[in-house]
Each structure stands twice: as C-alpha cells, then as structure tokens.
C-alpha cells in the first residue's frame, strides 16, 4: 500500500499546482443557483460563478456533495492506500463532513478514513490540507498528522468585509433592518470566523476604513506564519491593503486570488479579506 492519502474538498482553494504536487484528492461541494445545481471546482470555476451571478434572481447556496460520490471516492482510494485523512470545511458551513462521516462508515472493512472538521473554509481549510499533504508526503504517521492539523485549527483566522449585506440577512447574520440600511449607506460587514462559524463583528464606513479595519485585524497578529488575501471588485483597495501588509511582513507568504465559489455564497461577489494563519 502507498502512503496516507489527503482528501479535502472544494472549498480548500487550492491551485492545481499543489494538488499535483502533494497528490490531493478534491470533492467538488455543490453550488445552487437558481434551480441549477453545479459541482465546484469541476463544472464551475470562480470565473464562472461570477459570471452567473449577474442573471441569477434568488441567492446561491452550498451544498454538500451526494453520498454515493463520496464512497465511490473513498473505494477507489482504498485501492491504493490503507488510510485516507479526510479534512473539510466547518460543519456549521456546509454539511460534507456529516457525509463523509457517513461514506467513512459505510467501507470500514475497505480502508481507514479519518475525517476532520477544519472549523474553517477557503483557504484557511486550503492552509491546514497542504500541511497534512506535506506531512503524509514526507512519510509521517497518520497520529502524527492528526495532532498537527488539530493543533493548526486554532491557529486559522478569517475576516472579510462584504457590501453584499442581504447574503448576511438571508443566513441570519444581520436583521433586515440592518441589512437594508447598511446597504442604502455603502456600508460594508466586517465578518469574522467564530467556532466554525461567520459572525459580523464591526462594520467600514468606505474604503479607506476597509483598508484600516484589516490591517488593523492582522497586524494583532504577533507571529503569522502564512497569509491570504482574496478580493472581488476591490481592485484599488486591495492593492493599497497589500502594499500595506508587504511592508509589515516582508517574509511571510502571501497567497492572492478571487474567492472561491462557496465562500461567495456566504459573503457575495464584493468581497476583500484575509485567511491569517498563526504559528502555534
């Protein structure tokens, strides 16, 4: 049998580059718009999501993947490995885990499969998956992985600042109220993870708060290993944002992109944010 085999889902953000590299499985989450259902990753890229966007009428919502093709995934990797690592986006976010927990039970006499709720999603789940990819890579033990990623899950912060405020309204994150008002004002949500889930904690006024309220967020961070920064139609602020956290961290890795599908049906299209990770 080859070594541990490192399995995560869509929302990771991963390039294709380092799912080549490390060997990562991906299972694509669904994407609901409209009476449409496409599978992420596979049948819709970010590209394309945004495009849809423009003529859909009802939010987007994330799914998680159909039973069946998660076992039928875990059955052709039993073939090549007898212990697959299964880490996915918080349960509170989408229900994957709850599936793969499912498909898990279903081949115990195939294979074992470990699967880890990451209490995050993006590329902070993306962080924690290229670290276990690394490890099993490398030839450590599945105990030894386990401890490391669930020792790396209180390390991972998330914040971003939407304008897309009926998203929040729709999720129970903000009253309608707040929603309606804020979007007449151009205010834009700062949304932060919490437990594995999206909590609004502050609000920017314009552009040059947004820029202020994240560095601000990042720059509590005393030891950040590793950083993202995703924007969709924030051009100029998250240019003046980077330039920004360039200066302040010189050395540590920032990973830049549009937001992935399912974060955006979270958050909408006008989105700029961070993924911080925290040496631990």
């Not at 869509?10 to 989450?29: F, K, Q």
């Not at 950040?224 to 924007?231: C, F, G, I, K, R």
């Not at 200066?247 to 006008?270: M, Q, R, W, Y």
Request: proline fraction near 3%; avoid cysteine.
């Amino acid at each position: 049998m080859s070594h541990i085999r490192i399995v995560t889902d869509s929302s990771a953000h991963l390039t294709p580059e380092e799912i080549e590299r490390y060997g990562i499985t991906i299972i694509p989450l669904r994407v609901r718009m409209g009476r449409k259902v496409y599978k992420e990753f596979t049948d819709l890229s970010y590209e394309e999501y945004f495009r849809r966007l423009q003529s859909v009428k009802t939010l987007p919502t994330s799914e998680p993947p159909l039973l069946q093709e998660v076992i039928d995934l875990y059955y052709e990797l039993s073939k090549e490995t007898d212990h697959i690592i299964s880490i996915h986006t918080s349960r509170k976010l989408n229900k994957v885990v709850d599936v793969a927990h499912t498909a898990a039970s279903t081949l115990r006499s195939h294979t074992r499969i470990t699967v880890i709720d990451s209490e995050t999603l993006s590329r902070g789940l993306g962080m924690i998956v290229l670290r276990a990819a690394e490890m099993a890579q490398a030839g450590e033990s599945a105990q030894a992985i386990g401890r490391e990623i669930r020792g790396m899950i209180p390390a991972i912060f998330l914040a971003f600042l939407t304008s897309d405020l009926h998203y929040l309204e729709r999720d129970g994150r903000l009253r309608k109220s707040q929603a309606f008002l804020g979007s007449m004002l151009g205010i834009r949500a700062l949304v932060e993870t919490r437990d594995g889930d999206l909590l609004v904690m502050d609000k920017a006024r314009d552009a040059l708060d947004a820029v202020e309220k994240l560095y601000e967020y990042i720059s509590e961070f005393a030891y950040l290993e590793e950083l993202a920064l995703l924007q969709h139609n924030n051009v100029q602020i998250a240019t003046a944002l980077m330039e920004r956290l360039r200066e302040k961290f010189p050395h540590a890795p920032i990973f830049t992109d549009v937001p992935d599908a399912t974060l955006a049906t979270f958050l909408g299209s006008n989105v700029l944010g961070v993924i911080v990770r925290e040496a631990y």
